[in-house]
């Protein structure tokens, strides 16, 4: 199945990277894995972009039935500008709080490692 290493939703930013809701529909359907990027372009148009930005893609790719290819995708070593609050890996445990005021301790577990763990597993060769 594909993967979107690093792609937000298109309907809550239209970058030419973000997937349309067509897209995130076809990687749902085939069982794929997105990974949310964190590249400040992606998140938010027009700059200022911040941790909380990305719950807006988050909750559309899981309302259109994405919850279990949800991932983290960051790009951290691949961009010179950041989310405001994900400057660095050391600021996912406070992302992982943001997130927990939101959605279940199991779903926030699905998107930190276990849906890519479960991908990998699955479609890798032994």
Same mark, same amino acid.
């Given at each position: 199945p594909?993967?979107?290493s690093h792609a937000n939703a298109y309907a809550c930013c239209p970058h030419p990277r973000n997937l349309k809701d067509e897209q995130i529909c076809a990687l749902i359907e085939?069982?794929?894995l997105l990974?949310?990027?964190f590249v400040p372009s992606f998140v938010r148009e027009g700059g200022g972009a911040r941790a909380d930005d990305l719950l807006r893609h988050i909750e559309h790719i899981a309302a259109l039935g994405g919850e279990k290819i949800l991932s983290l995708g +960051?790009?951290?070593d691949g961009i010179g500008d950041y989310v405001a609050d994900l400057?660095?890996?050391g600021r996912l445990p406070a992302f992982r709080d943001l997130l927990l005021n939101y959605y279940s301790a199991e779903f926030v577990e699905d998107l930190y490692w276990r849906n890519a763990y +479960?991908?990998?597993m699955k479609h890798l060769p032994e």
């Open positions: 594909p993967i979107a085939r069982g794929g990974g949310i990027t +960051s790009d951290f400057e660095h890996p +479960s991908f990998y």
